[in-house]
């Protein structure tokens, strides 16, 4: 239990309540069940008067018959001898005709012969009482007297519950009024008609009935303590849910408490607004980072830190983001009280009720502008050629996806030219890397001065040049851009003193014609420049189908590479990763080769045709279970753990079923998740961050590490950096080749580094092959190398040598 519940002094009263709502609870019951009770012992009275009624009827039936006919005649026996009390009547006796001898029974003589014969059939016997009978046995007894005398003031019943014989009986009687043909036997004592000359009382015995209500009390008892039990039942659940309730609610209170103080005490600024967008409360952060104070910021709105920077359109999605999604997450330029403009990643959330009213909203901002500065200045070495300061192939394959994407939608063609510069080599051989340096930034200046600002004049590397012409009208337009990059390039260019004519080599491709994506439109104008390079140097060639060779090419490979996926034809081969620090192998990285007409031919020749065809998925999910399975069996030989290196395509890591289909492979093969590390290149993390964050945050949670391949040569980035769950960065070889020679190389790698100090990841370095790039790194604080100085990727057996000999050393 929370302090604030016991401050409250609540702690007990579910307890109380409990026992209030108990005792009405049983007190309804027992009301309930009095009622119930009550209500069968009525019933049982009910009953029995009704069966009182039917017998008195069926009984004054008989008496009203047998009188309107003037008694009946019987044969005189012993059986039926004459009624004395009839003697005074003339015709009391007959002779018939064949000599029988009949006598007069009155209805209450034939009644009461009736009932003496056969009383078990008859059912209820009932009684004619008079206070002036013809028979004696016919006198009333008091009860009855009395009910005689109430009939003769006007009374139409007489009821009551008597005891006799040890029973109770219920007794009812009703009047019997005299009838013209009862005159015949009882005019003479003076009645008229109508007059009361007797009662009819019938007493029903009400064991039977009140027996039945018993029984009914009984049951009705059973149920009521059901109810009363289920009640209780639900009492209990009920006193445990609001007990929970009641906790959960001064948990809130002591949550809310809680988030009041992290609200003020929080690393980020935060403030709070009503629905209308005035400030009500900003936390210390908020004042450190604007410098406005608590009094100046409240009941002003969010515009107290506009910059001004922002246009119309980036509020009218921030504002549909808001409204429509509840939050809004992204980089926004705010100004501070000194009027110092700063970066900040900001979030902003709505609070809204049940009925989706928005009351607040609570905006989290900190200042990233150091951070923004050193991404930006990544991304620049990452993206840009440091020398020309041109986009790099990674840039340009950007720019031209997204030219294609919207060539597509707006059905326009646009031009890839790639080109090489005819005398570079000799004169980087000649005259050395700085002239030859000089010349490349020469040559890229001219290009720039051929093209449109939307054009893009990127370098791919070495003296390899593309030139990206978007919405061209026809070829020709391409041509002309073409002729005069040359007749540009072949202007002379001083170096060393001395003038210098350098030429260039140009293949164009056309999009849609020659390609409806990145790798075909470059291959096609690969092909170009190569045939006009062919062809005598210094001019321009259009790709066309005579130089489709290489696609039937590239179809023989993808069935070979077909064949071979179904038939097996791969081997793994594992590099060594070693910890700089100590010397020792750490793990390996899984390499797949293609046994291919007897050679191995190199992943960098099969993988991206993998991926494009979807073979990749079968062939990774075959790579990884070896990999596991001979890896696992090395490490129990050598008896010392290795951990494996995997790297994962865009295509495998999108394929649905990913994670499953990869616990599924850990679990057949027993390898530890621990022990594996899985490696995606920096575009595949980024294309869909949501996605990926999520798919290796569960990687995480099994215990498989996550590593950033080629770091560097994507789409680098601090702030989603540092939302993967990512254990490892690893930098591209391109980066460490020329290290540490190269000034450019060396800046990038060594900020690489201290970023994953800053962010608390490892790093690994591929591509070592010298000792010199090994000090490098070592000096830099790399934790791990890998490349051909260390050991070339080595099939299982001679890895297993391979570490016997490093281990023994």
Same mark, same amino acid.
């Given at each position: 239990m929370?302090?604030?519940?016991?401050?409250?002094?609540?702690?007990?009263?579910?307890?109380?309540?409990?026992?209030?709502?108990?005792?009405?609870?049983?007190?309804?019951?027992?009301?309930s069940y009095y009622l119930n009770v009550r209500q069968h012992y009525k019933n049982a009275h009910a009953q029995a008067y009704s069966l009182a009624i039917s017998h008195f009827n069926k009984d004054l039936a008989i008496r009203l018959w047998a009188t309107d006919r003037g008694g009946m005649y019987l044969e005189a026996n012993t059986d039926t001898p004459p009624i004395a009390s009839l003697d005074f009547l003339e015709h009391r006796d007959v002779l018939t005709s064949d000599g029988k001898s009949l006598t007069l029974y009155d209805p209450a003589s034939a009644l009461s012969h009736l009932m003496q014969r056969h009383g078990d059939l008859y059912g209820v016997p009932s009684r004619l009482v008079s206070d002036a009978p013809f028979n004696p046995a016919n006198l009333p007894?008091?009860?009855?007297?009395?009910?005689?005398?109430?009939?003769?003031?006007?009374?139409?019943?007489?009821?009551?519950?008597?005891?006799?014989?040890?029973?109770?009986?219920?007794?009812m009687m009703r009047p019997l009024m005299m009838q013209p043909s009862c005159l015949k036997c009882h005019g003479f004592q003076g009645f008229n008609t109508t007059d009361i000359r007797a009662g009819i009382g019938v007493s029903v015995p009400m064991a039977e009935f009140t027996g039945m209500a018993g029984q009914a009390s009984l049951i009705s008892g059973a149920s009521h303590l059901g109810f009363w039990l289920i009640g209780l039942v639900g009492i209990g659940f009920g006193y445990r849910k609001f007990q929970q309730s009641l906790a959960d609610n001064l948990e809130r209170v002591t949550e809310m408490e809680l988030a009041a103080r992290v609200f003020e005490n929080s690393l980020q600024a935060a403030f709070i607004t009503d629905a209308q967008g005035r400030i009500l409360r900003v936390n210390q952060m908020f004042t450190r980072v604007t410098g406005y104070e608590e009094e100046e910021a409240i009941q002003a709105t969010p515009a107290l830190l506009k910059s001004g920077r922002h246009d119309a359109k980036f509020y009218k999605e921030f504002w549909h983001a808001l409204v429509h999604e509840g939050q809004w997450v992204g980089e926004i330029w705010n100004r501070r009280k000194s009027g110092d403009i700063f970066t900040a990643w900001?979030?902003?959330?709505?609070?809204? @009720?049940?009925?989706?009213?928005?009351?607040?909203? !609570?905006?989290?901002?900190? %200042?990233?502008?150091?951070?923004? /500065?050193?991404?930006?200045?990544?991304?620049?070495?990452?993206h840009y050629d440091s020398l020309t300061l041109l986009p790099n192939r990674q840039l340009m394959s950007d720019r031209i996806n997204h030219a294609i994407e919207r060539a597509k939608r707006q059905k326009q063609t646009l031009a890839l030219l790639f080109l090489d510069l005819d005398q570079f080599k000799k004169i980087n051989d000649t005259l050395g890397h700085g002239a030859g340096d000089?010349?490349?930034?020469?040559?890229?200046?001219?290009?720039?001065?051929?093209?449109?600002?939307?054009?893009?004049?990127?370098?791919?590397?070495? @003296?390899?040049?593309?030139?990206?012409?978007?919405? !061209?009208?026809?070829?020709? %337009?391409?041509?002309?851009?073409? /002729?005069?990059?040359?007749?540009?390039?072949?202007?002379?260019?001083?170096?060393?003193?001395r003038e210098w004519y350098v030429g260039a080599s140009i293949g164009i491709s056309l999009f849609p014609k020659d390609g409806q994506d990145l790798g075909m439109l470059l291959r096609n104008a690969d092909t170009a420049m190569y045939r006009a390079k062919n062809e005598g140097r210094n001019q321009m060639c259009f790709f066309d189908e005579s130089m489709a060779e290489q696609t039937a090419l590239r179809l023989a490979m993808e069935t070979a590479l077909r064949l071979a996926v179904e038939r097996g034809a791969f081997t793994m081969h594992y590099q060594p990763q070693m910890e700089i620090a100590t010397g020792r192998i750490l793990g390996v990285e899984a390499l797949i080769r293609w046994q291919h007409d007897g050679n191995l031919v190199s992943p960098a020749d099969f993988i991206p045709l993998a991926e494009e065809t979807g073979l990749i998925i079968p062939l990774g999910q075959w790579m990884l279970e070896t990999a596991c399975r001979e890896i696992l069996s090395l490490s129990r030989e050598l008896d010392r753990e290795l951990r494996l290196a995997v790297n994962i395509s865009a295509r495998e890591i999108s394929a649905p079923g990913f994670a499953q289909t990869l616990a599924e492979i850990l679990e057949r093969?027993?390898?530890?998740p621990q022990r594996v590390e899985i490696e995606i290149t920096e575009s595949i993390a980024m294309s869909d961050i949501a996605k990926t964050t999520h798919l290796l945050e569960y990687l995480s949670n099994q215990g498989i590490d996550v590593a950033i391949d080629d770091f560097g040569t994507g789409h680098s980035s601090l702030s989603y950096l540092k939302r993967l769950p990512v254990d490892r960065l690893k930098i591209d070889r391109a980066f460490v080749r020329d290290t540490p020679q190269d000034m450019g190389d060396s800046a990038?790698?060594?900020?690489?580094?201290?970023?994953?100090?800053?962010?608390?990841?490892?790093?690994?370095?591929?591509?070592?092959?010298?000792?010199?790039?090994?000090?490098?790194?070592?000096?830099?604080?790399?934790?791990?190398?890998?490349?051909?100085?260390?050991?070339?990727?080595?099939?299982l057996a001679e890895l297993k040598l391979f570490l016997r000999e490093h281990d023994n050393a």
């Open positions: 929370s302090p604030v519940t016991d401050s409250y002094g609540i702690r007990n009263l579910p307890r109380k309540g409990a026992w209030i709502i108990l005792v009405v609870w049983t007190l309804l019951v027992g009301l007894d008091a009860w009855e007297q009395a009910a005689i005398d109430a009939f003769r003031q006007g009374k139409k019943e007489v009821m009551e519950m008597t005891e006799s014989d040890g029973q109770t009986h219920l007794r900001e979030t902003i959330s709505s609070v809204r @009720d049940d009925a989706g009213k928005t009351h607040y909203y !609570i905006s989290m901002f900190q %200042d990233i502008t150091d951070q923004k /500065e050193v991404n930006d200045h990544i991304y620049m070495l990452a000089r010349l490349l930034a020469i040559a890229a200046k001219r290009l720039l001065s051929c093209v449109r600002s939307s054009d893009t004049v990127a370098r791919l590397g070495g @003296d390899e040049f593309a030139v990206l012409l978007e919405d !061209i009208q026809n070829p020709m %337009d391409a041509e002309r851009i073409g /002729e005069k990059i040359l007749n540009e390039l072949n202007q002379p260019v001083e170096l060393e003193g093969t027993g390898m530890p990038i790698v060594r900020t690489i580094i201290t970023m994953s100090y800053t962010l608390d990841l490892e790093v690994v370095a591929e591509g070592v092959e010298t000792q010199e790039q090994l000090d490098f790194l070592s000096h830099e604080g790399c934790h791990v190398a890998q490349g051909y100085f260390i050991s070339k990727p080595l099939p």
